[in-house]
């Protein structure tokens, strides 16, 4: 699995960074996801190897601008590319409100059709073809939520132990199973594929979240999560003179909340745009960095607009070169 961080930035762009936008795919795959689609976003998309055609589903964690002002454009410039696929679209019932408003007073006519669903409805899991998604309601200064991206189909693997305890030589018969079907044999015996496949491994988890100033409202879905995405818009020092209004995370309350929970992988994002790449002043992205490592463990990572994350089959991430 692959996460291709398209935007980084909260509230305003930087010369260096882009405002929210993820991507989301399995390896060596050419559909992928969308969460979050601050402006800007589909000229981030031209200096990567993702296409607008063949994007999937587009999640959106909150109505603010800096996570959904760039949809018109690449719904519009997906059109103009020629798309046919129908697109789906996740998002607060703002964002559909708002996207029919541009589309209607732009009187833009798109290629394909668009299939909204109102993440307020959204219950249980639903399948998006490459992952089964769960969403978790946040804390943030309008409805916000997380979403929870679960591999599906993973490919068993065969006993092939037990098909030879069976009495069942490699030939035809093995390559049915494989591919879930029931056999019947020339004595009438009949194999039942479930007998013979196994699941290897658990499916690997990966929670992308919008903003929110409890991080543990994430409780109930972090201990099978191998990796969280999650705002740390400022430094505690910063946070305790901005106050509690803007509703954001630190690094240290993330930070704290990934080390109590165990997370194998945290990736943190949406930095104020006061935090800059030049380390000798102060705030620098160094400052968010080193108050996280005093208080997490585990595999940190500070995204940067176009990071590729990858996350190996046993869960644990690395940065792509």
């Known amino acids: 699995?692959?996460?291709?961080?398209?935007g980084t930035s909260s509230g305003t762009p930087t010369k260096s960074r882009n405002v929210s936008a993820v991507g989301l795919k399995m390896q060596n795959s050419k559909s992928w996801y969308l969460i979050d689609?601050?402006?800007?976003?589909?000229?981030?998309?031209?200096?990567?190897?993702?296409?607008?055609?063949?994007?999937?589903?587009?999640?959106?964690?909150?109505?603010?601008?800096?996570?959904?002002?760039?949809?018109?454009?690449l719904l519009a410039s997906a059109s103009m590319d020629g798309r046919k696929n129908k697109l789906t679209i996740i998002a607060p019932e703002g964002v559909k409100l708002f996207l029919e408003s541009i589309i209607n007073a732009t009187q833009l006519e798109l290629s394909f059709e668009?299939?909204?669903?109102?993440?307020?409805?959204?219950?249980?899991?639903?399948?998006?073809?490459?992952?089964?998604?769960?969403?978790?309601?946040?804390?943030?200064?309008?409805?916000?939520?997380?979403?929870n991206f679960i591999e599906a189909n993973i490919k068993p693997t065969l006993n092939k132990e037990k098909l030879l305890a069976e009495g069942i030589e490699p030939g035809p018969v093995w390559g049915k199973l494989q591919q879930g079907q029931d056999v019947i044999?020339?004595?009438?015996?009949?194999?039942?594929?479930?007998?013979?496949?196994?699941?290897?491994?658990?499916?690997?988890?990966?929670?992308?979240?919008g903003d929110n100033d409890t991080p543990e409202l994430l409780n109930d879905i972090t201990p099978k999560?191998?990796?969280?995405?999650?705002?740390?818009?400022?430094?505690?020092?910063v946070l305790n003179q901005v106050g509690t209004k803007p509703q954001h995370s630190s690094a240290k309350q993330v930070a704290e909340f990934g080390q109590q929970n165990q997370i194998k992988n945290m990736?943190?994002?949406?930095?104020?745009?006061?935090?800059?790449?030049?380390?000798?002043?102060?705030?620098?992205?160094?400052?968010?960095?080193d108050e996280a490592l005093k208080f997490y463990s585990g595999n940190l990572f500070l995204a940067n607009d176009f990071d590729v994350d990858h996350v190996d089959k046993q869960g644990l991430m690395s940065l792509s070169e």
Do not use: W
Request: hydrophobic letters at 35%.
């Open 185 to 209: 044999l020339e004595e009438g015996r009949i194999l039942k594929n479930d007998d013979f496949l196994e699941q290897t491994r658990e499916p690997r988890s990966i929670v992308v979240c």
């Open 1 to 6: 699995m692959e996460l291709i961080f398209l």
């Open 267 to 289: 990736v943190l994002t949406h930095f104020s745009a006061r935090y800059g790449y030049n380390e000798k002043k102060s705030p620098s992205i160094n400052d968010v960095k």
């Open 225 to 237: 999560s191998d990796v969280i995405v999650h705002e740390a818009t400022y430094t505690q020092h």
């Open 114 to 147: 668009v299939d909204y669903i109102k993440a307020e409805e959204l219950t249980g899991i639903l399948n998006l073809g490459d992952f089964d998604v769960g969403i978790t309601d946040l804390s943030h200064r309008c409805p916000s939520y997380a979403y």
């Open 37 to 73: 689609c601050g402006e800007g976003t589909q000229h981030q998309i031209l200096r990567t190897k993702l296409s607008l055609l063949h994007l999937r589903v587009i999640c959106i964690t909150h109505i603010h601008g800096d996570h959904c002002y760039g949809l018109p454009g």
